[in-house]
T-cell receptor, first 117, second 112 residues
Framework: GAVVSQHPSWVICKSGTSVKIECRSL??????MFWYRQFPKQSLMLMAT?????????EQGVEKDKFLINHASLTLSTLTVTSAHPEDSSFYIC?????????????FGPGTRLTVL | TQLLEQSPQFLSIQEGENLTVYCNSS?????LQWYRQEPGEGPVLLVT???GGEVKKLKRLTFQFGDARKDSSLHITAAQPGDTGLYLC???WGGGADGLTFGKGTHLIIQP
């Protein structure tokens, strides 16, 4: 149980285009999901908290108009990187917090490698 | 911004040796998790600790939460090459559904 999937696993796009990344909880419902970013040789950094049916909450320094988050159902959150630039190239990882889980135990997806040319 | 310090960042030891990884904060955690991450993959949850003084074991891995809930340790006994990987501690301080703050991670290499 507690499986989280992400799609796509990797994507290459041209500068200025938009890219959508999907995060799904496969065997549980998650009102709350999170999006993290990980640069090479670095740890994960929280970008935003995604709540089903309400607006996402963004961490300081993360542009909400650039990283659009939609959490339309209890099993799906999407992150859209708009007008992507090379500096947005990174490993994007989502996590999901089971509605019937313990404490703050989050389960992570396998990540999406974004390369912006 | 809450800070979480993890040490050491790199550790290379021989098979069969023991090791300990530390995770510290100046603030009280509401919960703390330990994850293991392989290259190109997402972190995999190893354990969650929430009670001060708590000790949890996962085969040769022992996780301890400090009495004051400001620190945690991961101890591996008789390390094996299969233990090689990136170990991450991650904490939350809010008590609710909070995003996690991750330590910088410990890159562990176990040499045969």
């Amino acid at each position: 149980g507690a499986v989280v999937s992400q799609h796509p696993s990797w994507v290459i796009c041209k500068s200025g285009t938009s890219v959508k990344i999907e995060c799904r909880s496969l065997d549980f419902q998650a009102t709350t999901m999170f999006w993290y970013r990980q640069f090479p040789k670095q740890s994960l950094m929280l970008m935003a908290t995604s709540n089903e049916g309400s607006k996402a909450t963004y961490e300081q320094g993360v542009e909400k108009d650039k990283f659009l988050i939609n959490h339309a159902s209890l099993t799906l959150s999407t992150l859209t990187v708009t007008s992507a630039h090379p500096e947005d190239s990174s490993f994007y990882i989502c996590s999901a917090l089971p509605d019937r889980g313990n404490y703050n135990e989050q389960f992570f997806g396998p990540g999406t490698r974004l390369t912006v040319l | 911004t809450q800070l979480l310090e993890q040490s050491p960042q790199f550790l290379s030891i021989q098979e069969g040796e023991n090791l300990t990884v530390y995770c510290n904060s100046s603030s009280v955690f509401s919960s703390l998790q330990w994850y293991r991450q392989e290259p190109g993959e997402g972190p995999v949850l190893l354990v969650t600790v929430v009670t001060g003084g708590e000790v949890k074991k996962l085969k040769r891995l022992t996780f301890q939460f400090g009495d004051a809930r400001k620190d945690s340790s991961l101890h591996i006994t008789a390390a094996q090459p299969g233990d090689t990987g990136l170990y991450l501690c991650a904490g939350a301080w809010g008590g609710g559904a909070d995003g996690l703050t991750f330590g910088k991670g410990t890159h562990l290499i176990i040499q045969p």
